[in-house]
């Protein structure tokens, strides 16, 4: 899997959309690799900014797009450099589905770095159950872990109203 990390990487540094990029923001380094599906995405952070841009490809060619950061604090964030990351994703996902043994509907997979490299991968549940678990890229050690309900993340007023609506449509078949 860091073979193919290294591959979008070498091919996305080899584009123009990159290269015009890295020309105007000459501070910007790799945050984070983000994976949904088969899809790789890496981000680069912008300290001038504060922002970060996300690369993808699509028709065959990369495009960007720069976003706000989604965080607690107002921090830098850290530089993810490959050469440090010593347990790869198959490895990440043999030991969360060692603790957590389901096959789930949704994978969100993501290489980063807050102070140590980590994989942070989540699951969705066919039972809309969330499982999320931080994996130490070098070591392998679980850092962090927790399930929850999708439903959890709904307030109770929406939650209302999602179940009212099912019920109505559930009267009109």
């Keep these: 899997m860091l073979d193919q990390i290294k591959d979008i990487l070498k091919e996305l540094k080899d584009s123009k959309e990159f290269k015009k990029f890295q020309t105007k923001n000459p501070t910007a380094y790799l945050c984070n690799v ?30 960007s797009q720069e976003s706000e950061i989604f965080r607690k604090e ?6 993810l450099n490959l050469n ?15 603790k957590y043994p389901v096959e789930p509907s949704q994978k969100i997979i993501v290489l980063l ?21 931080k994996i130490d890229a070098i070591s392998g050690k679980i850092i962090e872990d927790k399930i929850e309900s999708a439903w959890s993340l709904v307030s109770p007023k929406t939650f209302e109203e999602t179940k009212k609506q099912i019920e109505n449509q559930k009267k009109k078949n």
């Design 34 to 63: 983000c994976r949904l599906d088969d899809n790789w995405q890496p981000d680069y952070y912008e300290p001038e900014k504060d922002k970060i841009v996300s690369f993808t490809k699509q028709d065959g060619e990369f495009i």
């Design 74 to 79: 107002k921090t830098k964030l850290d530089e």
């Design 84 to 98: 440090e990351i010593k347990i790869d994703l198959a490895k990440a996902e043999e030991i969360m589905s060692s």
């Design 113 to 133: 770095k807050d102070k140590i490299p980590m994989w942070n991968i989540t699951y969705l549940t066919l039972k809309l159950e969330i499982i999320n678990m």
